[in-house]
């Protein structure tokens, strides 16, 4: 009787042994760490009310890339502002959408306000606020790590709504030490890059008066 209990316990601690093996298997290669990183990231997006940022914004074609430097202000809820600051030909140009309105003013051109009818997805695809809409709305979502020079990144990439041929999916990267944005990345059918916001200076939940948002 002593010998059929021990063997059944050995049994037990078996099997126990080998459902633990099984469930670090399923679990794949992510550390809790990394686990841990991607809850932090998943509650930023969530919480983000707006942002600040200054961001490099290259638009590639196989013509070439025409890159802006460019200060942005977004709210969650739609508004948003940009400044191209570089290069010289198009600085201060200025677009705001007050959430009904689309309003575009270059002072060093004629000093004239123009109001833009029709929002284009190549405008409005470069803020993260666009992203963090496309990221929670859309059916199609992955999520890696990258591990860079410059520091780990959780990556996340979502599907671009529409049947736009050139802007398909976005990736964003994001430091999983401070939270930031790193870089944007809009993709074609083909996989090709074809928007690249590189962000230098990112701010969020910050106060930003509704004067920001109209001309």
Known sequence: MLKKIIFVSVILAIMLF???CVGEELRG???ADEMSAFERVQRMLMELENFRAIATVEYRSNKGVNAYETVQHARISGEYRIEVTAPEHV???VTTHDGAQIFQFNNRVNGSVNLLVRETPERSEVFLTSFIKNYLQSD???VSVSDM???VRTVLEASVPGEHPYLSTARLWVDNTTLNPVKLIIFDRDGAERIVVTYHVFERNVE???SLFSL
């Open 140 to 142: 199609q979502v992955s």
């Open 149 to 151: 020079d410059e520091g």
């Open 29 to 31: 290669p992510e550390s």
């Open 91 to 93: 600085a201060g140009s």
């Open 208 to 210: 930003l008066a509704d």
């Open 18 to 20: 080998a459902a633990g």
